[in-house]
């Protein structure tokens, strides 16, 4: 399921209509001449040699030709995530608007190690563009890392910051590691597909360098496929993949409380009004604060935290009994 192949001619070759759930990508960024390491100081002699470029000039057919390649594999409600720097961010964007996919978030991915600059601000983020293929079922796992009873020590929803748009992921630092020019992070990843994918799905890579996306969408135990053009990295990463079983890093992943409310939207009988108002009143008079006891509520009675409140606020308004 690897092709050492330019992804527009492989994918036309090899990828059927509809046949993909997820695409992770990281086109090259198109940028003239090989100044990378000279931007972020690095040492350069562990960077697989190879990295095939794409002309500034081609970059906005290039774009069109493999977006256009990636929206027909993709399946009706399949995902696409496209990482890209500014500087051709526009020729991304363009394409994109020539195909039927949609967008869904905008993301911005802040890390570590930015262009080192004096005279202007320094840059640390990069874009990642999150569309989808319309008709048909998205897949979005909201509860895949936080549950809604998980709070700060502020009281702030963790699945609401873990849902947010700007991302402050660090990129891995490998001193003396082989590696591919601009490696995504593994908890990039891991974030994208579980929230995006389900196991068993079928994850695509369109550039795949040190092939990490599909390292750890097979650790996560779902199936991947891909191109890369440059046979230097192919051949390298590709013996380290025959070493990657399927499912390996799911027991890395922390257990999530289960989220489930589980009585939303059933009717509510007296019983349980009375319940809830009773036991409201005993945790209120032992010192807690009412947002507290809600909470404990909800994940209790398996009710919404809103569902909760107007049950008190009603039995407020009827009963002279109740501590509110
Ligand atoms: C930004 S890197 C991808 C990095 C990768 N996401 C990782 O984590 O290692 C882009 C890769 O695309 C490859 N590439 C360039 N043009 C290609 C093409 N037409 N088809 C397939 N791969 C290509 C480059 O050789 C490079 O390895």
């Not at 720097?85 to 911005?108: D, K, V």
């Not at 349980?272 to 209790?300: A, M, P, R």
Request: charged share 25%; glycine share 6%; net charge neutral.
């Amino acid at each position: 399921m690897f092709y050492n192949e330019d992804c527009i001619s492989g994918a036309k070759k090899y990828l059927a209509d509809n046949s993909i759930d997820l695409i992770v990508t990281d086109p090259p960024y198109g940028i003239s001449g090989d100044k990378l390491d000279k931007h972020y100081n690095r040492n350069e002699d562990n960077v697989i040699s190879g990295y095939v470029e794409v002309a500034e000039t081609d970059y906005p057919n290039f774009s069109l030709a493999w977006i256009k390649e990636a929206e027909r594999v993709l399946k009706p409600g399949g995902s696409i995530y496209i990482v890209s720097g500014y500087t051709h961010l526009r020729h991304i964007l363009n394409a994109l608007a020539e195909t039927s996919l949609e967008e869904r978030n905008h993301i911005i991915w802040k890390y570590n190690f930015g262009v080192y600059t004096k005279t202007k601000y320094v840059s640390s983020h990069y874009h990642i563009l999150y569309y989808t293929k319309p008709f048909g079922k998205v897949t979005f796992n909201t509860y895949a890392f936080y549950a809604d009873s998980e709070k700060d020590k502020a009281g702030g929803s963790l699945n609401y910051q873990d849902r947010e748009d700007v991302w402050i992921i660090n990129r891995e630092y490998k001193p003396g590691q082989i590696k591919n020019k601009n490696e995504l992070p593994k908890s990039l990843l891991t974030k994208i597909i579980m929230y995006s994918s389900n196991p068993d799905d079928m994850v695509c890579d369109f550039f795949l360098g040190s092939f990490s996306t599909a390292k750890v969408a097979i650790g996560l135990g779902r199936n991947a496929c891909g191109f890369e053009i440059n046979k230097n990295a192919f051949d390298y990463q590709i013996e380290i993949m025959k070493e990657i079983k399927k499912g390996e890093l799911i027991e890395t992943l922390r257990k999530v409380p289960n989220n489930k409310l589980f009585q939303q939207g059933k009717p509510l009988s007296d019983k349980e009004i009375k319940d809830i108002v009773e036991e409201y009143n005993n945790y209120y008079k032992s010192g807690y604060t009412k947002k507290n006891v809600i909470e404990l509520l909800s994940e209790k009675f398996g009710r919404g935290y809103f569902s909760i409140s107007k049950i008190l606020s009603q039995q407020k308004n009827q009963s002279e009994n109740t501590l509110f």
